[in-house]
């Protein structure tokens, strides 16, 4: 995985407009329990493509990985406001 991750980080500095790399490095930070790096990640490609609903969850695991559930519940409750239809984002909304 950290090898893909110096892939994606090329890609991300080929191609700064587009949230794939974005995505995919934060899906694979959240697998290695660097939440730091995982919701830095979320959160540019949330700044990227506000559009895309897969930061705003990943955004909310990173921050329940940090213990900052309040901010999670928030990115969370802002990704169904844009994307009611995500269900992925309700589970961050229950926790505790």
């Known amino acids: ?10 890609y991300k500095q080929t191609y700064p407009r587009d949230v794939t790399p974005y995505i995919n490095l934060s899906v694979t930070d959240l697998q290695l329990g ?25 955004s909310a695991s990173a921050y329940m990985g940090l213990n900052r559930l309040e901010e999670a519940k928030t990115v969370a409750k802002e990704g169904l406001r844009l994307h009611p239809d995500f269900l992925f984002l309700p589970r961050h909304l229950r926790q505790k």
């Not at 995985?1 to 090329?10: F, W």
């Not at 939440?35 to 897969?54: G, H, T």
């Open 1 to 10: 995985m950290e090898k893909g991750n110096a892939s994606y980080e090329l």
């Open 34 to 58: 660097d939440f730091d790096k995982a919701l830095e990640n979320a959160k540019e490609s949330m700044r990227v493509d506000p559009d895309e609903s897969r930061g705003y969850g990943i």
